[in-house]
């Protein structure tokens, strides 16, 4: 069966980057574009006429939400109420457990699958929900996640999240990780087990990568199998790093090595290594171990940094920045990594924070931007049929709709996108030629059904931060409301 896609502005790949093509045309058979350009020469079986929107490629996001703890409650803390945040010691040696069943892991996986269509996310890299488990992801529940994402045809990235220590705030309210290795052991055999198992299914939708948490709660021989599994299997490796100046002291303290050191002695730092944010290189302002061969060494390393820039504006930090990481040679893909994973937002933030950085307004590249959340996730994961429409890719693409009054005026399609629509107005997503979202609606998904759960699922997530916080305090004292309830 052939379908016809018509837009008014439809974004197209040729001679090796993305094109505008004014009143164009998309048409694939199966999971396979076959005509890019203007006037399609055949016989459509179907025909969307999507109008005065934007026919793009689906998004990438390789640090995709796939739990719903974020920003909206955990991004906005003082030292005082932040220490809630983190595991106490009692709980880790004494009352560790799962905070949510099986059930209720298979409604959060949905949710957030769900919203990352949503938002024109056609292929995602979810990031962990290890906080609310026992240690950490489990195999049975990325196999679960697996079958739900087939289900909803999320092209997906995938395996369960492993560490081998977990930061904690001790008694006296100071931070360090304690640690577990056999857990960490039996979580990396578990992230093996299912790329074995999985890489593949769905019809090729599902993808086994392997993901470990973050730098500071792996051990370096954990680090050394992992990559050595890496070349094995030939898959990517995702590893949380030069995130934050509390990893780069706990780095220090325990091994006197950063980040870029621990990487590459134990092998992990080359093609197949994906970084989110790599924000604290030695050149980092806010780095007090300062040099200059961070940025060198990170862009001839060939790895891929995963700029989250929503998420990092959220948090206080920021590259220093986009573009002279860009000129240096580094490698970018897109992540959403908080609450809304609105790639749309993301893009924004990423054109304007290099603005402020670098003191000029053309520091920030819409087209630079662009091609991260789409041909620079597709180069990370070594594909060349993803992240453009082009005639022999995968027929992975969104639809914008511009009609909306307050997206405004429309001027060059990318500028529009970026700073007038959110992900509110993509309509219509397309994965694998598969149609998942049309007019706004996933078909089989009960979204009234679904928002009812999550305040239930949430409450519950809530909690659980009470039970852990090394002081017990009452969810209200983690979490004060931003104003005072009215009596």
Known sequence: MITLVRAAFVIGYEGGDHVIIRDGEVAYEGETIIFVGKSFPGTPDKVIDAGEAILGPGFIDLDALADID??????????????????????????????????????????????????????????????????????????????????????????????????????????????????GEAGFADAVRFIEDFDGAHDGLIRGALLPARIETMTPELMRKTAAASRRLGVKVR????????????????????????????????????????????????????????????????????????????????LESFPKYRAAGVKFAMGTDSYPPDMIR?????????????????????????????????AALGRDDLGRLAVGAKADMIVVDLTNPRVGMIEDPIRTLHMNCTGADI???????RTVMEDRNLPGVDAEAMSQRLKEYYATMKAGYSERDYQRRPVDEIFPPTFRAAI
């Open 427 to 433: 309509s219509t997503v397309i994965i694998n030629g």
């Open 70 to 183: 974020h920003a909206l409650i955990d991004s906005w803390h003082g030292p005082e109420t932040a220490t809630g945040l983190d595991w106490s010691e009692d709980y880790f040696l004494n009352r560790r457990h799962d905070v949510f069943s099986p059930a209720d892991r298979d409604f959060r996986h949905e949710f957030a699958f769900t919203q990352l269509i949503r938002n024109g996310i056609t292929t995602a890299m979810p990031i962990g929900g290890e906080m609310h488990n026992e240690w950490c992801e489990t195999y049975d529940e990325w196999a679960a996640a697996a079958s739900i994402a087939g289900r909803l045809g999320l092209r997906l990235y995938a395996g369960p999240s492993y560490r081998a220590g977990v930061n904690v705030v001790r008694a006296d309210g100071t931070r360090d990780v304690l640690w577990n290795e056999a857990l």
């Open 346 to 378: 993301n893009i924004d933030i990423g054109v304007h924070i290099p603005k402020v950085i670098e003191g000029r307004t053309d520091a920030g590249g819409a087209a630079e931007i662009y091609r991260a959340a789409t041909l620079g996730g597709a």
């Open 239 to 318: 590893l949380h790093c030069l995130q934050g100046l509390k990893e780069l002291r706990l780095l220090d303290a325990r091994y006197g090595k950063t980040p870029l050191d621990l990487l590459d002695e134990t092998g992990l730092l080359g093609p197949d290594l994906l970084i989110p944010h790599a924000i604290f290189l030695d050149s980092h302002s806010r780095n007090p171990n300062k040099g200059t061969g961070d940025l060198e060494r990170l862009a001839s390393s060939g790895a891929t940094v995963i700029h989250c820039p929503m998420t990092s504006l959220r948090y206080g930090t920021a």
